[in-house]
């Protein structure tokens, strides 16, 4: 039990380790580093499977059965992608602007990685407890929308350019919905913390404990949430159907695979955050298994599974907005909705009508 | 209204059209290009004939001239009628054209020029459709000669 | 050589967009013009005969048996129909007596093709609009319409089962069985297409209000089919010039008023309805007879001009043909449907949206090749 527990803080356990061997400052680089690597190859590692699950679900959906030759059950086949992408032409058109239009997906990736690092994974499991955690991540997805306003500037294409503005607007507005519904339940903990967050949900989970405000901040945030990261039914911005392929249509190979794989690492990290504000991070229901720690990591990727399934499902059954109706629902509907809402969550808070185990 | 009385009718407007009713199943009438928007116009506008169908426009090259043949329908009193008009300058034929009556003739007649090179005067948009801009002759005439596309059995 | 495109309508807040020919969205070879102001068109300009075959050339020199076959190609999706209307007007034109076997057997072989063009139309509709799944399921309705076509016909798509004077074979033992189950298959999905699409808000949203055709446009524009009865223009062919078993079947001619992309959706829905009742009223009834008639093998038409019209999938499809007594005709015409529906595409999407063509050039239900031919 007690070396299961040291090893889940990783970062205080090999910071202790290394600074046995050499002197403080550099242990604490050669720690930076080793968890900036880890990280990096969980990133890579969920983001090939989950393209994985997302070929399977879309196939079990059109009544096919998705990649199954490449390894057992096809669990090889986005390595086998992701070779075939390394090894592609690196083109770019003659008048892009060279240095933008290789930034570009940079920003996006770097984005990823960095709000990836707060979440709880389990107890201690956490790589950067910050005191500020939702407004650093809040922070930090405004952020990716440069990447995007790059790639489709700099690719000087006409396509690219109209798919990059959109896709601004879209992101930009929905930002604000995210903010709101989350801050919702900031009323209820009290605290940005993410690691204090899901401490208060041992009484319960928030949206148990806040009810009908809670279920509906819910609801606003898949929305917004699935607006975000550009997925259906607010795919416009890479709808194939209509102009092109959006912002990335002038990026090939291994540029566009980091375009590619960061939509999908968005969709994980809205899930998660969604697990962890919502349904109670790695905290398992009632409570069965909260003294064994490392199980944590399963109850948590369970529950963002589950809601990354959920927004895999609205993508293969509903049509596509069009950019005015889509804007239309983020500010004549949900902006107000969420508006009230915070209201009634406050009063239910000041009247202590939370519900608490 | 019959094939009968249709001719009665129409033949009271513009004396000088020839009808016939051989070797076909709707009235044929024929009429002369300087007459041919008039007769369009009555034939849409008139209450009793009421034809504001223009199903089929097709351009014909009756050797040695060239014509179009025009099948109109009424929605209204559900009759038939199909009105030929013909030039025999085969250098530069013109016709008028009847697309502020049947929209649907903008097309028809740019596929007319297209393949027979009949011209129409205020035609909106009169330019090739099916071929490229700069295909040289008429295709669908008789006497179109064409080494490399062509097949002659 | 570079051949440069000039739109001398072109002022300089404008923005000129080429969509096509290679588009997903545009349904075989069409290159459309746009010149749009941010997100609103404000023309469009079909470029067409990337697909242009000169059918109508080559068959100066065919005879009328091959005609038949290039037909097949016209409109690929209702080629059961088209050869439908090249034999029926040499048929009319020989004055040929044909026994009924061959008119109900073309009729429900007919409507079968008319549901499986349909189903593609439906399908492919969900996928430009977004719905990435509707594409899959109906394409699996249409599979088994296609198993039923080759085992008859002997070909899924071109089928060329007509000839002047009947049907090439007689129909297999099979057919009416095959063709009942998949009734009762069909008549279940059905209602699930409602569920998945049709009741859907965002589906309805891109739908209603778009693309807005009223009823003396429709008229004037020649529109036919589907988009003429959605717009309450009663053109159905089989209804006011009926032709081979149509007459002695009942059924409802669809037609709404509202004249938008939703009401031309909900056409064509209802449509396969009303086929599914004239199969049923049909299969059970083949009469026995020949399914040839014995013609010359040389078919040469009398002297004169024919015409006949057909419904196609797409609306009214109608062969003229002028005949001098040769073995040729000596002109033949083939008034497409898809040429006057195209013609409507700048009257309806001008002042929307380019979301807005997409969906309304869905629901006009182009085939090119039957434009181009």
Same mark, same amino acid.
């Given at each position: 039990m007690n070396t299961m527990n040291i090893a889940l803080n990783i970062t205080q356990t090999i910071q202790d380790l290394l600074v046995g061997m050499m002197p403080e400052s550099v242990a604490s680089i050669v720690t930076m580093v080793v968890i900036a690597l880890i990280y990096l190859i969980i990133f890579a590692v969920a983001g090939l499977y989950l393209v994985l699950l997302e070929r399977k679900v879309a196939a079990w959906f059109q009544l096919r059965i998705g990649p199954?030759?490449?390894?057992?059950?096809?669990?090889?086949q986005t390595m086998a992608d992701a070779l075939k992408l390394v090894s592609k032409e690196l083109t770019g058109t003659v008048k892009a602007d060279k240095f933008l239009y290789n930034l570009a997906p940079y920003f996006v990736i770097v984005t990823s990685l960095m709000a990836l690092a707060?979440?709880?994974?389990?107890?201690?499991?956490?790589?950067f407890d910050i005191n500020i955690g939702i407004f650093f991540l809040i922070a930090i997805s405004s952020i990716g929308v440069i990447g995007i306003l790059l790639g489709g500037w700099s690719s000087n294409n006409k396509f690219a350019l109209i798919g990059a503005m959109r896709s601004g607007v879209q992101t930009i507005s929905y930002e604000l919905s995210i903010g709101l519904s989350l801050l919702t339940m900031v009323l209820i903990t009290g605290s940005l913390q993410l690691s204090e967050i899901v401490e208060v949900q041992?009484?319960?989970w928030l949206i148990v404990q806040g009810h009908i405000p809670a279920v509906i901040a819910f609801m606003i945030y898949m929305i917004a949430g699935t607006a975000e990261t550009n997925r259906?039914?607010?795919?416009l911005v890479e709808a194939e159907s209509e102009?092109?392929?959006?912002?990335?249509?002038e990026y090939s190979g291994m540029k566009f695979a980091y375009f590619f794989l960061a939509e999908f690492i968005n969709m994980f990290i809205i899930a998660a955050i969604a697990t962890t504000i919502f349904?109670?991070?790695w905290l398992s229901p009632f409570g069965i298994?909260?003294?064994?720690?490392?199980l944590g990591i399963f109850w948590f990727l369970g529950k963002t599974l589950v809601l990354v399934f959920l927004m895999m499902w609205f993508r293969w059954t509903f049509p596509r907005l069009r950019i005015d109706q889509l804007l239309t629902l983020e500010w004549k509907y949900l902006l107000p909705i969420n508006l009230v809402n915070i209201v009634i969550m406050a009063i239910i808070v000041w009247l202590n009508l939370t519900i608490k185990f | 209204m019959t094939n009968e009385a249709l001719q009665n009718l129409i033949s009271s407007w513009i004396p000088e059209l020839e009808f016939s009713e051989e070797a076909s199943q709707f009235i044929n009438i024929t009429v002369q290009p300087e007459q041919l928007y008039q007769l369009m116009l009555k034939l849409k506008t008139n209450n009793d004939t009421y034809?504001?169908?223009?199903f089929c426009l097709s351009g014909v090259d009756w050797e040695p001239e060239l014509g179009v043949v025009y099948h109109l329908e009424s929605t209204k009193h559900r009759h038939i009628v199909v009105v030929k008009v013909k030039t025999s300058d085969r250098e530069n034929p013109t016709l008028d054209s009847v697309c502020d009556i049947w929209k649907t003739a903008e097309f028809h007649e740019r596929e007319v020029f297209d393949f027979f090179g009949i011209k129409f005067n205020n035609h909106p948009n009169l330019k090739r459709l099916f071929?490229? $801009?700069?295909?040289?002759?008429?295709?669908?005439?008789? $006497?179109y000669v064409d080494e490399i596309n062509m097949v002659i059995k | 050589m570079e051949k440069v495109l000039v739109?001398?309508?072109?002022?300089?807040e404008e923005y000129f967009i080429n969509m096509g020919p290679?588009?997903?969205?545009?349904?075989?070879?069409l290159r459309l013009l746009l010149t749009i102001d941010g997100e609103i068109i404000k023309k469009v300009e079909p470029d067409l005969g990337?697909?242009?075959?000169s059918i109508e050339k080559m068959s100066e020199r065919d005879s009328y048996q091959q005609i038949v076959h290039l037909t097949?190609?016209?409109d690929y999706l209702s080629s059961h129909i088209n050869n439908e209307a090249v034999c029926l007007t040499v048929e009319n034109a020989l004055q040929l007596e044909i026994p009924d076997r061959i008119k109900v057997i073309r009729t429900i072989i007919g409507e079968l093709t008319r549901i499986a063009s349909h189903t593609l139309w439906w399908g492919v509709m969900g996928m430009d609009v977004g719905a990435l799944t509707t594409y899959f399921y109906g394409f699996r309705d249409r599979e088994m319409i296609n198993d039923i076509f080759e085992e008859t016909?002997?070909?899924?798509?071109?089928?060329?089962?007509?000839i002047p004077g009947g049907l090439m074979f007689d129909i297999h033992p099979n057919f009416v069985k095959r063709t009942k189950e998949f009734i009762t298959h069909f008549r279940t999905k059905l209602p699930e297409y409602d569920r998945l699409l049709t009741g859907n808000v965002i589906f309805q949203k891109r739908m209603k209000g778009v693309g807005m055709l009223s009823k003396e446009d429709a008229i004037s524009f020649g529109a036919s089919g589907p988009v003429g009865r959605g717009s309450g223009?009663?053109?159905?062919v089989r209804k006011h010039h009926p032709y081979s078993a149509l007459d002695k079947v009942t059924f409802k001619e669809i037609l709404k008023t509202e004249g938008d992309s939703f009401a031309r959706y909900q056409v064509r829905i209802e449509e396969m309805w009303e086929s599914m009742s004239i199969i049923e009223q049909l299969i059970d009834n083949i009469?026995?007879?020949?399914?040839q008639v014995t013609t010359n093998a040389v078919i040469k038409l009398p002297k004169g001009e024919f015409y006949q019209k057909v419904e196609t999938a797409r609306g009214e499809l109608g062969v003229y043909v002028i005949s001098?007594?040769?073995?040729?005709?000596?002109r033949i015409k083939f008034r497409s449907p898809g040429f006057s529906n195209l013609s409507l595409l700048n009257h309806i999407a001008v002042g929307g949206k380019i979301g807005d063509l997409v969906a309304s050039m869905a629901t006009l239900d182009l085939v090119i090749p039957d434009i181009d031919r």
């Open positions: 199954n030759r490449v390894g057992y059950w096809g669990l090889l707060v979440f709880p994974f389990t107890q201690e499991f956490q790589a041992k009484s319960g259906a039914p607010f795919d102009l092109g392929a959006g912002f990335h249509t349904f109670g991070g298994t909260d003294s064994i720690p490392w | 034809f504001d169908y223009l071929l490229t $801009d700069e295909w040289e002759g008429f295709p669908l005439r008789k $006497d | 739109n001398n309508n072109f002022k300089s290679q588009h997903p969205a545009t349904h075989g070879v990337y697909i242009h075959r097949d190609r016209m016909c002997g070909a899924r798509l071109t089928m060329n089962y007509n223009y009663s053109c159905d009469p026995e007879g020949d399914h001098t007594g040769t073995k040729n005709p000596y």
